[in-house]
Structures are given as C-alpha cells and as structure tokens.
C-alpha cells in the first residue's frame, strides 16, 4: 500500500535542513505498530531514500513514555498462521526498508522499546537512547516469536549469548544495561536526547554524501559475506567513488585548507 505524505496519519515527519525527522505518532497506543503505521513508515522511508536533499534520518516516538511500544497486540491476537506468516513478513519488509536505505537512520529511543519497536530500533544504523529508555524483545511471554527480524539482527549486533538470554527470558534492558552490551552507541538525559540524534547527524551530513552511502553499503552488505568477497566489495565501491566528482572537491578542498562544498539536491 502506497501512501502519499499528505495522507499520512500516524506518522509525523519534519525537515531540518538536510535531515528529516520521522516520528511514530500514536501516543494514546504507546505508538504500537498497526497495519496502517507499518505502511506509512515504509512509504515514508521509501520517499526519503530517493530524496537527494536528504542527507540523514532521524527515528523516534511522539510523546515521552514510548519509542515504539511493539506490535499492535489487539491485531496480534486474532491472527492464525497465514496472516501471523503475512503480519511478520509485512514488518520484515519495513525493517529491510529502514537497514538499506541509501541515508544513514539514527534511532532515538525516547522511551519503551519493544517487540516491534527495538526491531526497528535494531534496522537502524545507529542507535541513542535517553536514559529512562527500557528496551526488549517480550514475544515469549505472549506466547510468540520474535517477526520483524530481531531473532536475527540482535545476536549480530551483540552476540548470541547475551541475544539469547534476552529472547528467552523476555526481560527488558535498561538504557544504560543497552550500552554496556553494545545495544545502543550512547546514552542521553532525555530532554537531550533528540539534540544529540541531530547533532550526529548533522556530523554526518557534514561528509561527502555519496562517500557516505557507499560507506554504508560496504559494511551493511559486507558483514555476512566471506572476508575475501567483503573486501572485494569494499575495493569494488572505492573505485567507484574514486571516479566522482565528490571525491575531486573533498580532496581539493583538503589540500586548500577549506571545507568541501558538497552537491546536494
């Protein structure tokens, strides 16, 4: 299902400069993940993705109390093993939207973080947390699995064992706990946090924006490959930018003591 920006219900999206700001924007639902939600972020990240005056995303929830609290339980309740099967491959499919977007996404995890929620979190490229932040994958205390990919990004991300221990028992992590394991890249007081999300951006979007893309290719399709063929990808794509004329300007730009001026749209 195609929406249009215009149409868009549960998700609010805003632009600073080069960075767009998507919110997840059902507070009275602890901004669960409905049907409707799923196919306004995947709209909204696909819009995004071929936007050349985008240089970075920013992800979080309205309000205070939730980043994304999970799947929409009410839904999850009545379905069987065909639209449970379509329910899990819809969510997968918006995690895949999110990790293989060309612009780098930062999650900001403002508050609860589960199921659903921490498995976006974890499509992400990076992820900030406020310190009141709880995260966790509590699918078996409701009888279920894991759907939307976190059986399979959370042990990479921070090793089976510890993924184990969190799938199996259900208990969540507190912010701090998450940076220690490797879950998030900082943690924030949480009326900083929003601030530090950009300014990370902002840093980002201070690169070479093709430079950036491809640097995000190499490690995101590099990571399950063999060495020999990560690193043959790796060559593959600094040829590539090696012929553009991003790569001319930064080098310039080094050699004359000034900051690049990056084209963009």
């Known amino acids: 299902m ?9 998700v609010l999206l805003a632009r600073e400069g080069f960075l767009a700001i998507v919110s997840v924007n059902r507070p009275t639902k602890l901004n669960a993940l409905d049907d409707r939600t799923i196919a306004e972020l995947d709209a909204v990240f696909a819009g995004l993705a071929s936007d050349d005056s985008v240089g970075a995303i920013v992800l979080t929830g309205a309000g205070e109390k939730s980043f994304v609290a999970g ?23 918006l995690t895949l939207r999110i990790e293989n977007c060309r612009k780098p996404v930062i999650a900001a995890i403002n508050g609860f973080a589960f199921g659903g929620g ?4 974890l499509a992400c ?11 966790g ?36 992590v507190t912010a701090d706990e998450a940076l220690r394991i490797g879950l998030v890249n900082g943690v924030f007081e949480p009326a900083d946090l929003l601030a530090e999300c ?10 070479g924006p093709q430079a950036v893309s491809l640097a995000k290719e190499a490690v995101r399709r590099g990571v399950p490959m063999t060495m020999q063929d990560g690193l043959a990808l790796e060559a593959d794509l600094f040829g590539i930018i090696s012929s553009t004329a991003e790569m001319k300007e930064g080098m310039a730009a080094f050699l004359e003591k000034r900051k690049p001026s990056w084209l963009r749209g």
């Open 2 to 10: 195609s929406i249009p920006f215009s149409e868009l219900q549960n």
């Open 198 to 207: 950009k300014k990370v951006a902002n840093k980002i979007v201070s690169r």
């Open 118 to 121: 921490l498995e976006m979190a």
């Open 125 to 135: 490229d990076l992820r900030f947390a406020a310190k009141s932040a709880k995260m």
């Open 137 to 172: 994958l509590p699918e078996v205390s409701l009888g279920i699995i894991p759907g939307y990919g976190g059986t399979q990004r959370l042990p990479r991300l921070v090793g089976t064992g510890v993924a184990l221990q969190m799938i199996l028992t259900g208990d969540p």
């Open 71 to 93: 799947a929409d339980i009410g839904v999850l309740s009545k379905q069987g093993v065909l639209d449970g099967k379509q329910n899990a491959l819809a969510g997968q499919a």
